[in-house]
């Protein structure tokens, strides 16, 4: 980090004196003249602004703490509107015989009332006159405003009168706290006194806990609408949880229920103590810092730390690159260690309005309403040094941690089973009481039962993990979560922190273990109660990704040895250490199998239940599984990945069921044959002219649909071969998917074609399978969503028929009217280096050679990467498409032209070359792409 430069004085960066005469000068050199006096004069305050924001800047990617920066700001926006305020009274609208009337101060409200200022921040201006508005004051008010917003401000402004003021702040609590910031700039001063002293007297006496209620329902609502947690990958740093805002809400009511005299852009916080407040300013500074780089890196005033601006973040404020820790994962780390800070300054806060009374027991109407010093009830408990006060679960003092340290984890283990609040004071103590964790207490077995109790038995362990985080016991009693708590993950695909994600996983286990989520999830809830032994499940989602941790290996391996390590401290049995382990090895495995291979492969399925080996870890595997998807993020789950993890499922079961894991392919083949008979023999039932067909398309074919589906593949191939090319698309509720069936005579390039034609619709192609028939027609199935993730037509019934039509034109080889549409997220994904790959495996499928390309995703990929197996002279027999965010794994099984694998190796690596070329397009597109972003920015800095 670059050191700290000791803070500059502002008449070094604009002096007033000086600027105010060269106003005057202008004024005087041009008199009579009223357009050039006013030109003149906005071209001398625009270089004095740009100065001003010039050393700023400078200073800031110097060292300068962000707090100094944003005074810095303020303050030279200060001395730019005090000293237009005076070029427009003295020189353009000069009052000779200034009446009573025309009377006027100038405040400053918000935030640049608090004296701290963002590079693009609006400015919020109070114009204070005595009484109604005279035509001298509105002159001024409106040369002023014009002048601004010449200079490139965006102005918030109001116009009142004291009493105006008065009324309307006990009207509406954002005017009120606009107010409560307020500063006098220039002007009249004793109107700023009287608005001052009327507002104490008037509006906030008496009125404390009415507008502590206020302020943190109006948080609860902010956060919502940024993200409900503070650990959201591309947080907003003045709005989001654990943000400047919800510094601001703390000032905000410290500043209300005991009025300070100085306004210095740092909250004079005197009911906390001294730890805390190095602890405030220390968040304050940073985020400060953190949004006046965004401002100025963006040249607007972005307040999201998106996926593009981390990197360029990271670099300006001095972090680099250390061994398997890249720059930007650790400056993002740091920005979530500063927001848990924040979160557990606001509950230490919460101790002091509750001590004070301002702010009643979490629990009851009672909280929103105002006044009432209810005496708090004091409850003892049966554990000795605990007790409940107002509804929260306290301790006597640190001493109890000391007297005990197991005592540090019941505390967390009794409000989980009393369903009980941690009060501010006891968590305090908890964080303060750490050191009491030892080696020794790791290792002691009632600590371990404690903790065990409380993840796996507890009421609700997604929150009291939560709280345990916070307060920094999990990280110090199991050191491998310590390394990931607030561990950045840069990709698009995860919206948390590793450690949140984690907590979020285990809370979804215990909601189905609850079976609050069935109608989600209905195998995974009916198969909990099949789980002999929950603590491996738990353990094994706690620790999943531990090795993410900076850990030496591979993730997966580097979980494991974690994993195994916990276990072990812990006491556990070697069989529960070696399953643990296990599960923490292979937690991606059954996603993998499920997503990118085909599960009507007999060989696939052998595989997995070689991998698998026993029912029992079948079960814990597809409820991990579960749980881990769909705490990557909003959206990420759906129905098309349960189907797939369903019928992987099943088709493993039936194997476990039907021989040896060893027999899998004799099993699943005979299986297909068996029932393809059967289906054959039902649809020849009800649709006699579909015979032909029946008996002309593989077994596989009818293992890997549902009655009702082949019924309609069987009508839409009739079409097809009266017309040449037929297609018919209708939306799965029960995949989240739209599925498109089209059939045609079999050709070169035609899943190209086809798979064009869906990109240039705005569809998003899932998963495709592929089928040919022993006379050359050809069957493709194809899933595909919107840009929202939902069932492409599912809110449009035109849309589904209109991509009907296009892909019967595409089938019949009529090229697309347009192209395919740009993504908006193209210009984030470029701040993400991906590395390009091709693997080709001759040895995973029986039939067919498995082709998977990884790559930056993009529009049109998938339509370039099916268009060079077709130049190969390759038959895709299915395409399995996922995105994890800005990457794109795409697996293909692929036959030559005579339905065999693809063996030699000079046109495997020709291939290769191939696809490669076609991924490495999408890195080339990027790059000018984020360059060009960079230098708009540095373009509008410098305007």
Not at 400 to 406: G, I
Not at 493 to 520: C, F, K, N
Request: aromatic share 6%.
């Amino acid at each position: 980090m670059p050191p700290r430069l000791k803070p500059t004085r502002l008449e070094y960066v604009v002096d007033g004196v000086r600027l105010r005469a060269q106003l005057s000068a202008a004024a005087l050199d041009a008199a009579g003249d009223e357009v050039e006096q006013r030109r003149r004069a906005l071209e001398i305050l625009k270089q004095a602004l740009f100065r001003g924001r010039m050393i700023a800047k400078e200073r800031l990617e110097n060292g300068a703490g962000g707090i100094e920066t944003a005074r810095l700001l303020s303050g030279v926006t200060d001395e730019v509107v005090t000293a237009l305020y005076d070029f427009t009274t003295v020189h353009m609208i000069r009052a000779r015989n200034p009446t009573e009337g025309e009377r006027l101060c100038l405040m400053a409200v918000g935030g640049y009332g608090r004296g701290t200022l963002a590079p693009f921040s609006d400015i919020d201006l109070l114009f204070i006159r005595p009484y109604k508005q005279t035509a001298h004051v509105e002159s001024v008010i409106e040369f002023m405003l014009y002048a601004l917003w010449d200079l490139g401000f965006k102005v918030g402004h109001a116009s009142r009168t004291v009493d105006e003021c008065v009324k309307l702040a006990r009207e509406d609590f954002t005017i009120r706290t606009s107010i409560l910031e307020s500063r006098r700039l220039t002007g009249d001063e004793a109107l700023a006194e009287e608005l001052k002293v009327r507002f104490r007297n008037e509006v906030v006496r008496g009125t404390g806990a009415e507008f502590v209620a206020a302020k943190l329902k109006e948080r609860d609502e902010r956060q919502a609408r940024a993200g409900a947690s503070r650990y959201m990958v591309e947080p907003n740093v003045k709005e989001g949880k654990g943000g400047l805002r919800d510094l601001n809400t703390l000032f905000w009511i410290a500043e209300y229920l005991n009025p300070s005299e100085r306004v210095d852009g740092v909250p004079q916080l005197e009911m906390f103590e001294g730890r805390e407040i190095r602890t405030f300013i220390r968040a304050f500074d940073f985020l400060w810092a953190v949004r006046a780089h965004l401002h100025f890196a963006t040249g607007r005033p972005e307040e999201r730390l998106t996926f593009d601006l981390q990197p360029e973040i990271a670099r300006r404020m001095g972090y680099g690159d250390r061994a398997d820790n890249p720059a930007v994962e650790r400056f993002m780390r740091r920005y979530f260690l500063i927001a848990k800070e924040v979160g557990a300054l606001t509950r230490v806060f919460a101790a002091k309005l509750e001590a004070e009374r301002v702010k009643s027991a979490p629990k009851g109407i009672s909280r929103l309403l105002p006044g009432g010093r209810k005496k708090t009830s004091r409850k003892p408990l049966d554990v000795p040094g605990f007790h409940e006060e107002g509804g929260r679960l306290d301790v006597e003092g640190p001493e109890v941690f000391e007297a005990d340290p197991l005592n540090l984890l019941r505390l967390f283990q009794i409000a989980d089973k009393r369903d009980l609040d941690l009060h501010p004071d006891a968590f305090t103590a908890a964080t303060r009481s750490l050191a009491v964790i030892t080696s020794k207490v790791r290792r002691d077995p009632k600590a371990a039962k404690i903790f065990l109790d409380t993840l796996a038995q507890g009421r609700d362990p997604q929150r009291t993990l939560t709280l345990m985080t916070e307060a920094g016991v999990l990280g110090r009693y199991i050191p491998e979560f310590g390394r990931i708590v607030a561990q950045m993950q840069f990709n698009m695909y995860h919206s948390y922190t590793v450690d949140e994600h984690t907590l979020r996983a285990v809370g979804i286990i215990a909601d189905i273990a609850g079976g609050r989520l069935g109608e989600d999830h209905p195998l995974a809830t009916s198969l909990m109660p099949r789980i002999e032994d929950r603590e491996v499940l738990y353990l094994a989602m706690l620790l999943h990704d531990t090795g993410k941790g900076g850990v030496a290996g591979g993730q997966e391996k580097a979980g494991a040895r974690s994993a195994r390590a916990v276990c072990e401290r812990l006491g556990l049995p070697r069989a529960k250490i070696d399953l643990v382990a296990w599960l923490v090895e292979h937690h991606l495995e059954m996603s993998d199998y499920a997503q990118k291979r085909d599960i009507s492969d007999p060989r696939t399925v052998a595989d997995f239940v070689r991998m698998v080996q026993t029912p029992q870890r079948l079960r814990l595997l597809l409820v991990l599984t579960v749980a881990d998807i769909r705490a990557v993020g909003p959206g990420v789950w759906n129905g098309w990945k349960g189907q797939l993890l369903r019928d992987l499922y099943a088709s493993a079961s039936a194997v476990f069921r039907g021989g040896r894991a060893s027999d899998a392919v004799v099993v699943v083949r005979q299986r297909q044959a068996l029932a393809a008979a059967e289906i054959r023999a039902r649809l020849v039932e009800a649709d006699p002219a579909a015979a032909a067909w029946a008996e002309s398309m593989e077994d596989a074919y009818f293992t890997g649909f549902g009655q009702d589906e082949i019924a309609i593949h069987a009508a839409v191939s009739q079409r097809a071969e009266a017309e040449g090319a037929a297609a018919m698309g209708y939306v799965r509720e029960d995949l989240n998917a739209a599925e498109i069936v089209v059939a045609t005579q079999d050709r070169p390039r035609l899943f190209a074609d086809l798979t064009r034609a869906i990109t240039v619709s705005g569809a998003s192609v899932l998963g495709a399978r592929v089928f040919t028939s022993r006379q050359g027609r050809a069957l493709d199935v194809f899933y595909v969503q919107d840009v929202t993730g939902q069932p492409y037509g599912h809110d449009n019934p035109a849309a589904l028929p209109r991509l009907a039509d296009s892909l019967e034109a595409a089938a019949r080889g009529e090229p697309p009217s347009a192209e395919p549409p740009r993504t908006a997220d193209m210009a984030r994904m470029a701040a993400f280096a991906i590395t390009p790959t091709v693997l080709i495996d001759n040895d995973a499928s029986e039939h067919a050679t498995i082709v998977e390309t990884t790559g930056r995703d993009r529009p049109g990929l998938l339509t370039a990467l099916a268009g060079v197996l077709a130049e190969a002279g390759l038959s895709i027999v299915s395409a399995h498409i996922d995105s994890y965010g800005e990457r794109a794994v795409d697996a293909f099984y692929v036959t030559d032209s005579a339905g065999w694998k693809v063996t030699e190796i000079r046109r495997l690596n020709a291939l290769k070359s191939s696809l490669m070329e076609v991924l490495n397009e999408g890195e080339a597109a990027v790059r000018p792409r984020s360059r060009a972003r960079l230098q708009r920015a540095r373009a509008s800095v410098a305007r």
